[in-house]
């Protein structure tokens, strides 16, 4: 442990007495005796971003079957991505029984958190991983472009790309199209909540059976350029929650200034739009089932909550976890953290149940 070093982000008053013991002391060896990303200026941070970008303690890694690069195209502006596919193995796919008649997977499609601006293939390999073979399904993990470069709306349209890409690519990688489910954590949760709502529009895209939504950015109309939050912001975990470890205010102003720009006229109009705000979506009725993971302790904790009652009262399936005690990055402590492993059986135990044959 590291605790004899001096804590540059020891945990806050107003939060230590909220948080699990366990994820407590995960905080303090790894993020606090750290400067954040959001603690320095952008040129700094991206001088050095190995420097500000930790390794928490991530879960097992364990082998698959294969994992492939792949190089789709992307437009506005044209450029290219990465995706990264994961096969599982034989026996995995033996043991998971969810191979169809056809010899065909169903596929998960995931999007790493960063606030559209860190994270990149490694961010959630074990998580993928992990899923790949538990289930003997195919994982996609994409590899959008970030901000400040490519700020809103251009990681979401390379997400949709990347979407697009694994339906016309179905029948070469072996994937059922019907059993295609999206994911991701915090941004990540944002892209695919927006996904989600494309693609029910989009007649050419095959029905989604599953969207996993975890610690979500899903209304980013009361993000300040400079915390506090106002008086009139309806999230209460802005407020209350304002000094969380991991995801404090300050560091999704940062975020939000890279991704959104500095300009609050054209940011308060951009952020009316879903696609910045999948909550204002005209329409939530209609949608995949929706499986939203919430941490107690995060500045983001009441828009994830708010985001699965909007969806409950349209009419769609959403289930509803919160993890008690826990802050943001909670899912990516799986290699120690209790309840970041029961929020790994509980994705399983969701998609499993997503993916199953008729």
């Not at 915090?186 to 610690?215: E, F, M, N």
């Not at 400079?226 to 940062?254: M, V």
């Not at 993971?293 to 349209?314: F, Q």
Request: glycine share 6%; net charge negative.
């Amino acid at each position: 442990m590291m605790n004899n070093q001096p804590l540059v982000n020891a945990l806050h008053p107003s939060v230590v007495d909220r948080l699990d013991p366990q994820f407590a002391a995960i905080y303090n060896e790894y993020q606090a005796p750290r400067l954040r990303a959001d603690q320095v200026s952008y040129e700094e941070y991206n001088k050095d971003r190995a420097k500000y970008t930790i390794s928490i303690c991530p879960g097992p890694s364990p082998e698959v079957g294969d994992v492939k690069i792949f190089k789709v195209p992307v437009s506005d502006p044209e450029g290219e991505i990465l995706v990264q596919v994961f096969f599982p193995t034989e026996e995995a796919i033996v043991q998971g029984g969810l191979r169809s008649e056809d010899r065909k997977l169903p596929a998960h499609i995931n999007h790493h958190g960063g606030g559209f601006v860190i994270g990149n293939l490694k961010t959630d390999e074990s998580w993928c991983r992990q899923i790949c073979q538990s289930l003997g399904c195919i994982v996609i993990n994409v590899d959008y472009r970030l901000s400040p470069e490519y700020p809103h709306p251009i990681p979401l349209t390379d997400s949709w790309a990347a979407l697009k890409w694994t339906f016309a690519s179905a029948a070469k990688l072996a994937i059922d199209f019907s059993r295609v489910s999206v994911g991701g954590l915090s941004a990540g949760g944002q892209l695919a909540a927006v996904l989600a709502l494309l693609s029910r529009d989009d007649p050419s895209v095959p029905k989604l059976v599953l969207q996993i939504l975890t610690v979500p950015v899903t209304d980013a109309r009361h993000i300040p350029l400079e915390g506090p939050s106002s008086q009139d912001d309806p999230y209460e975990s802005h407020k209350t929650n304002e000094f969380a470890p991991f995801l404090p205010l300050h560091r999704i102003c940062w975020f939000y200034r890279l991704w959104l720009g500095n300009d609050m006229d054209l940011r308060q109009k951009t952020t009316q739009d879903f696609k910045a705000s999948p909550i204002l979506a005209s329409s939530h009725a209609n949608l995949a089932r929706a499986s939203i993971h919430v941490a107690e302790v995060d500045s983001i904790a009441s828009e994830g909550i708010a985001y699965h009652e909007k969806l409950k009262k349209a009419g769609n399936q959403s289930s509803l976890k919160i993890y008690e005690g826990c802050g943001h990055l909670f899912p990516a402590m799986d290699g120690e953290l209790e309840k970041a492993k029961v929020y790994v059986k509980n994705t399983i135990i969701d998609l499993r149940e997503a993916y199953k044959l008729p």
